[in-house]
C-alpha cells in the first residue's frame, strides 16, 4: 500500500472544505483535499444557494473571493413567494437588490472555490474506507484505490455520513421525519409555462396539512423543486423511482387536494429523486482529539429549514482556516479556538432549524410562516 504524509489533510471537496483550503491558501499554508468523486465535473452540483451576510459572505470575504462572488448571483433570486395549498398567493417579495441573501447555483460557487486554488490541491476519486489515530496527533486515512496518507492535522469534511466523525464522536445522523422528493423542470419558460409563473423569479413556497413544496428557480431558468411531507423513515421504500409515471402517482396521491398548478411541479417533472432529511443530536459536540477535527455537515447536520448548511459549512472552513493561522506551530490551540466557537453557533443554528421544521409542517404552518414574513417570527 503506497503512502504519503500531508501535513494538512481535508477530506471532502464540498464548500466547506474547498473554503478551508483556499482560506488556508490565503494565508500562505499548504493543504490537501480528498474527494471520492473522480472529478470536477462528475455530477451536476444544482440547486440555489442563499449566501448570508453574516456567515456564508464573511467566509468569501476571508477567502478574497467575495468581488468574484458578487459576479457570479442569481439577479433577481432573493424574490420569494408563499402559497397555501389552494393556489392562493399570501407573501409575494420582489428582489430589489437590497438584501442581504444573494441567490447563486451551487456549481458555480463550487467552481469558483475550485478555480482559486492551486493545481494539485484537490486529489480526485479518493473514496475514504477507514480512518485510525497513530498517536501524537497524526492519523492515517486509507482509500477504496488501496492507497493511503498520513497527516499532521485530519479535518473532517466530509457530509453527513462522515468516515472521519467516529474519530471523535459515535453521534449518527437520525431521520427527522420529513421526507423529500426532489423533481426538476428543465427550460421551465418555453416548456412548463405554468409551472414557471407558479414559481415566479426566485424562492418559493407552498404549505399546508403537514406538507409542502420549497422550489427555486434556477440561473439557467430550470425549476428545482422539493416535494416535503411528514411520512415514516421506510415510506419512501414503497415506491419505485426508478418507474417515474408511478413514482410521480405515488407522491401525488398526498397532495390529492391542492391546486393543479402546484400538482404540475411533480406532475410534469423531468426527473425525480427521493431523499430522507437526517440530523444529528441537538448540541452534537465531542472532547478535544488531538490533531483532528470537523466542519460542516460533518460536524453539525441538520434539516435545511433554516437556510444555513451551506453558509455555516463555509463560515466553519474560513474560521478553521483563521485559526490555524493565528496559531502558527500550535495545532491543538488552533483547534480549541475553533471548537470553542463552532459548538454553540452550531447548537444555536440546529435549534432554529428544528424550530422552522415543526413551524412548517405543524398544524398551522403555513399561518405561522405568513406571520413570519409580515410581522416577526411566529409564536411557539
Given at each position: 500500500?503506497t ?5 494538512i489533510?481535508?477530506?471532502g471537496a ?13 494565508n500562505?499554508?499548504e493543504?490537501a ?5 473522480a ?5 451536476t ?9 453574516n456567515?456564508g ?7 478574497g473571493?467575495?468581488?468574484?462572488f458578487?459576479?457570479i448571483?442569481?439577479?433577481g433570486?432573493?424574490a ?8 392562493t ?11 442581504g441573501?444573494?441567490e447563486v447555483?451551487?456549481g ?15 486529489h ?24 493511503a ?9 466530509d457530509?453527513?455520513w ?6 471523535v ?12 422528493v ?5 427550460d ?10 407558479v414559481i ?9 396539512d403537514?406538507?409542502?413544496v ?8 430550470s ?7 411528514k411520512a ?6 414503497t415506491?419505485d ?10 407522491v ?18 423531468e426527473t ?9 443530536p ?17 460536524a453539525?447536520?441538520m434539516?435545511?429549514f433554516?437556510?444555513e448548511?451551506?453558509n ?5 472552513g ?13 495545532t491543538?490551540a488552533a ?15 440546529a435549534?432554529?432549524?428544528a424550530?422552522?421544521?415543526d413551524?412548517?409542517?405543524g398544524?398551522?404552518?403555513?399561518e ?10 411566529p409564536?411557539?
Amino acid at each position: 500500500m503506497t503512502t504519503s504524509h500531508f501535513p494538512i489533510a481535508i477530506i471532502g471537496a464540498g464548500l466547506g472544505g474547498l473554503t478551508a483550503a483556499r482560506v488556508l491558501h490565503v494565508n500562505g499554508i499548504e493543504s490537501a483535499v480528498f474527494e471520492l468523486e473522480a472529478s470536477a465535473a462528475a455530477r451536476t452540483q444544482g440547486g440555489m444557494l442563499d449566501i448570508h451576510e453574516n456567515n456564508g459572505q464573511k467566509a468569501l470575504h476571508a477567502a478574497g473571493l467575495h468581488d468574484a462572488f458578487l459576479e457570479i448571483v442569481h439577479e433577481g433570486g432573493q424574490a420569494m413567494r408563499l402559497l397555501g395549498s389552494d393556489g392562493t398567493v399570501h407573501v409575494a417579495e420582489e428582489d430589489d437588490g437590497t438584501g442581504g441573501r444573494p441567490e447563486v447555483d451551487r456549481g458555480d460557487l463550487r467552481d469558483l472555490l475550485l478555480g482559486s486554488l492551486p493545481d494539485g490541491t484537490i486529489h480526485w476519486g479518493r473514496k475514504v474506507t477507514g480512518a485510525r489515530a497513530l498517536g501524537d496527533g497524526r492519523h492515517e486515512v486509507t482509500f477504496a484505490d488501496g492507497s493511503a496518507i498520513t497527516t499532521d492535522l485530519l479535518i473532517g469534511a466530509d457530509g453527513a455520513w462522515s468516515r472521519i466523525r467516529p474519530l471523535v464522536s459515535d453521534a449518527w445522523p437520525l431521520y427527522t421525519g420529513i421526507s423529500f422528493v426532489e423533481t426538476d423542470l428543465f427550460d421551465a419558460d418555453t416548456r412548463h409555462p405554468r409551472s414557471a409563473e407558479v414559481i415566479g423569479g426566485g424562492f418559493f413556497i407552498a404549505l399546508g396539512d403537514e406538507r409542502g413544496v420549497l422550489a427555486h428557480r434556477e440561473s439557467d431558468g430550470s425549476l428545482h423543486v422539493y416535494t416535503a411531507l411528514k411520512a415514516d423513515e421506510g415510506w419512501l421504500d414503497t415506491v419505485d423511482f426508478t418507474d417515474h409515471p408511478a413514482a410521480k402517482a405515488a407522491v401525488l396521491a398526498h397532495f390529492e387536494d391542492w391546486d393543479e398548478g402546484l400538482r404540475g411541479l411533480v406532475a410534469d417533472a423531468e426527473t425525480i429523486t427521493p431523499r430522507r432529511i437526517h440530523a444529528l443530536p441537538m448540541g452534537h459536540r465531542w472532547d478535544r482529539v488531538a490533531g483532528v477535527t470537523l466542519l460542516g455537515d460533518a460536524a453539525h447536520v441538520m434539516s435545511p429549514f433554516a437556510g444555513e448548511g451551506a453558509n455555516l459549512a463555509m463560515f466553519d472552513g474560513a474560521e478553521l482556516a483563521l485559526a490555524i493561522a493565528a496559531h502558527p506551530g500550535d495545532t491543538e490551540a488552533a483547534l480549541a479556538a475553533y471548537e470553542e466557537a463552532l459548538f454553540p453557533r452550531s447548537e444555536a443554528t440546529a435549534a432554529e432549524s428544528a424550530a422552522s421544521l415543526d413551524t412548517m409542517f405543524g398544524e398551522r404552518g403555513l399561518e405561522q410562516m405568513v406571520a413570519f414574513f409580515t410581522s416577526g417570527p411566529p409564536a411557539r
